[in-house]
């Protein structure tokens, strides 16, 4: 066991990641110790998803659902510059399954957001996440739009939420560039409380949504960024995001950022944390055996 634990110091040592999840596992503490209320409970929300009995039987909703996809076909995905083709199982991998599709139904669950919208759905995961969030809360009358470019992609997702047996009348897939979305939204919905970005990881791109859905959000509203780490620019969009004068608080997740919308505009300080929601044990057998 010592030799065990002397060679798994020695790898996470040399691990170019070593000083990500030691800042992300220090940061814990800190924000554990933040007083303000929305610091609490977000502190909650990604320390107890694991555990939360709601959370888990959303999460087996979800794997019943992806299990019985045809892993072995092709679907088209249409982009701008032309058509490219995905795998189902590589799309799926790429999906936010598990501990990140936990913190989202979390979130919805504890937030109760009302109207929330997704910016890429891709086969529909991370919307069966949050809307499995939604619908465990008592008398939440909510609406959620996702928003998907590829109709073969939105056919996908519309069969799986049918299957995860969610009210259409609420969950609204719109297949449509984000682009052509996004102006009109405003003025024919109410503000957003709650926002997932999984769409172009591009510094330009990021900002620029992060700049519109900013003048949309109500006032302690939650953005999440997925893929935060994805390129340079991407991360740099991230920082900037933190760093902007109507974010109140910020949580680098390692993979995914998390921030909420200045609830109070008298309030001059920013709070950003840092969170790790794996346990150490699990971060250093990961770093050991990248560097075997």
Same mark, same amino acid.
Request: aromatic share 10%; proline share 2%.
């Given at each position: ?41 977000? %502190? ?14 959303? $999460? ?24 490219? %083709?995905?795998?189902?199982?590589? +799309? ?22 009302? @109207? ?11 919307? @069966? ?12 009358? %909510? ?22 047996? +969610? ?27 709650? *926002?997932?970005?999984?769409?172009? $990881? ?6 620029? %949504? ?50 909420? *919308? ?13 969170? $790790? ?16």
């Amino acid at each position: 066991m010592n030799k065990l634990r002397e060679n798994m110091s020695k790898n996470f040592t040399k691990s170019k990641k070593a000083p990500l999840v030691l800042k992300l596992l220090l940061g814990k503490k800190a924000m554990a110790r933040d007083p303000s209320p929305v610091v609490s409970k977000l %502190y909650y929300v990604l320390e107890q998803y694991s555990g939360d009995e709601d959370v888990q039987k959303v $999460h087996s909703k979800v794997m019943d659902v992806v299990s019985n996809l045809d892993m072995n076909g092709a679907e088209i995905y249409s982009t701008k510059s032309g058509m490219t %083709y995905y795998d189902v199982k590589r +799309l799926l991998k790429a999906s936010t399954l598990g501990k990140y599709g936990k913190v989202l139904t979390m979130i919805a669950k504890y937030f109760a957001p009302k @109207m929330v919208l997704e910016l890429g759905t891709c086969i529909g995961v991370s919307a @069966m996440y949050i809307a499995g969030g939604l619908e465990v809360v008592n008398d939440l009358k %909510y609406s959620l739009f996702s928003v998907e470019a590829s109709k073969s992609l939105t056919d996908i997702a519309k069969a799986n939420l049918r299957k995860f047996g +969610l009210d259409e009348r609420r969950c609204h897939l719109i297949n449509d560039y984000f682009e052509n979305v996004l102006p009109g939204f405003s003025s024919e919905n109410d503000l957003i409380d709650f *926002v997932f970005l999984d769409g172009s $990881h591009t510094y330009e791109a990021t900002l620029k %949504y992060f700049s519109w859905l900013l003048d949309n959000m109500r006032p302690g509203g939650i953005m999440m960024f997925d893929d935060i780490r994805w390129s340079s620019g991407m991360f740099r969009a991230w920082k900037d995001i933190c760093d902007h004068k109507d974010i109140a608080v910020s949580v680098d997740l390692g993979a995914i950022g998390l921030c909420v *919308v200045k609830y109070d505009h008298s309030i001059d300080s920013k709070k950003h944390f840092s969170f $790790h929601v794996t346990d150490v044990w699990s971060i250093l057998q990961q770093l050991c055996r990248q560097n075997e």
